[in-house]
């Protein structure tokens, strides 16, 4: 008789669990530890993988084994790459470098404007078809005209214009939070209004031409309540935020590159707020921002080192680990910001796809093990629980623990 599987299944409808079981079952995994976990593949709408341009910070090929190793099944790219996907012409050379060397499901941003220089729209109406949604990420659209064009596009074509919210009047050469560590340290900082600012600004946007918008990686607790109250408005306003931000702020910053990220690790209040706001619903789900860079990049310490960090063989056991053993979340809400919420607001259909973890299984983080490129982590040495077993994306083992 055919042995069923007795992990428990999260997150997961009936016919998911269903499909997941058998395949454990026919692959003779059924007898896998009593502290294994079946969730949903995990789906990261905030991630960059490199190519085409600068394959040496990353390619596809290492970003998607990263991400199969998280756990991720489904990946969203931004589009600060060369050439920047502006049009069609430039979108098709990175959807073919996808399509030839994804292990996930792996969908490609569209630029708001050409070269994200915030001059002139891109060609938002011939890359919607394919493309997620629109981003200018790694900088705000500083043109209040421009960004209300493009949300009238991206309404007219279905699609969301996710937004790095930067107002760049406000950052004064800044590279970390302007609180008390840049104060004490000598740094030049970088303030909350720079972030919330540009918020309101396109929330009124949105009010006017009712415009699916999106806010990327929110650290501020300003934030949190300016997206609070356009939720309760009715407005059509989603927004994200990354592990770190939930899990660190600027007490623990130390004078290294892998400690530097835009937006910044803000204050202490700030990670509260982020934190409350996931646990009310203001904030919708966590993403990585995942943003690898060369060793040289990030060895410039806190000024002269490159903005990103990576995050997607983390994430899960950081967050398991810091807020559901300590009862800040439940597991299942985890789930819900991991996998459930961003696969429902961009439309991702991962179909059957899914995750094995043992909970129990205990590790350090070693950025060396990393299967991405970058090696740059604020969590490296942390004691984590929670880790991988295996990931299957359409029908297919993408990453198994006994063969890494």
């Known amino acids: 008789m055919e042995k069923k599987c007795m992990a428990d299944f999260i997150g997961m409808t009936e016919k998911e669990k269903s499909v997941a079981m058998q395949f454990l079952s026919q692959a003779a995994l059924c007898d896998i530890s009593p502290s294994c976990v079946v969730f949903p593949g995990f789906c990261d709408v905030h991630v960059h993988f490199r190519e085409p341009g600068f394959s040496y910070k990353e390619t596809v090929l290492t970003g998607t084994m990263a991400a ?15 050439p920047v996907p502006d049009s069609t012409e430039n979108l098709k050379r990175q959807t073919d470098i996808i399509k030839d060397s994804a292990k996930i499901k792996v969908y490609p941003y569209g630029a708001i404007t050409v070269g994200e220089k915030g001059e002139a729209l891109s060609d938002m109406k011939g890359m919607a078809k394919n493309v997620i949604a629109f981003s200018d990420d790694g900088r705000g659209v500083q043109s209040d005209d421009m960004m209300r064009e493009a949300m009238k596009i991206a309404k007219a074509e279905g699609k969301i214009i996710a937004a790095h919210c930067e107002v760049n009047d406000l950052l004064f050469g800044g590279y970390i939070h302007d609180g008390e560590y840049a104060k004490a340290h000598g740094h030049k900082g970088i303030c909350s209004e720079s972030e919330y600012k540009q918020i309101e600004r396109d929330i009124a946007l949105v009010r006017e031409t009712g415009c699916d918008y999106h806010v990327c990686h929110i650290s501020a607790k300003e934030s949190v309540e300016i997206i609070r109250q356009a939720k309760k408005e009715g407005l059509p306003v989603t927004c994200e935020t990354g592990p770190h931000y939930l899990v660190m702020d600027e007490a623990d910053l130390k004078e290294e590159g892998r400690f530097k990220m835009n937006p910044p690790l803000r204050r202490k209040e700030d990670r509260l707020a982020l934190i409350e706001g996931i646990k009310d ?70 179909g059957n796809d899914f995750t094995v973890w043992d909970l129990d299984c205990e590790y350090k983080v070693d950025s060396n093990e990393f299967l991405s490129l970058g090696r740059a982590t604020p969590f490296e040495g942390w004691a984590l629980s929670g880790k991988c077993i295996m990931t299957v994306c359409d029908g297919k083992i993408v990453y198994d623990v006994t063969e890494a």
């Open 281 to 350: 619903g203001t904030i919708d789900m966590i993403a990585t921002d995942h943003a690898p860079h060369s060793a040289e990049e990030k060895s410039k310490g806190l000024s002269g080192s490159a903005f990103g960090i990576v995050g997607l063989e983390t994430a899960f056991s950081v967050l398991y680990t810091q807020l559901v053993k300590k009862g800040v979340i439940t597991l299942e809400k985890l789930i819900e910001l991991m996998a459930i919420n961003p696969k429902k607001r961009f439309g991702i259909d991962t």
């Open 68 to 82: 199969a190793k998280g756990g991720y099944t489904a990946c969203c790219t931004m589009p600060n790459l060369n």
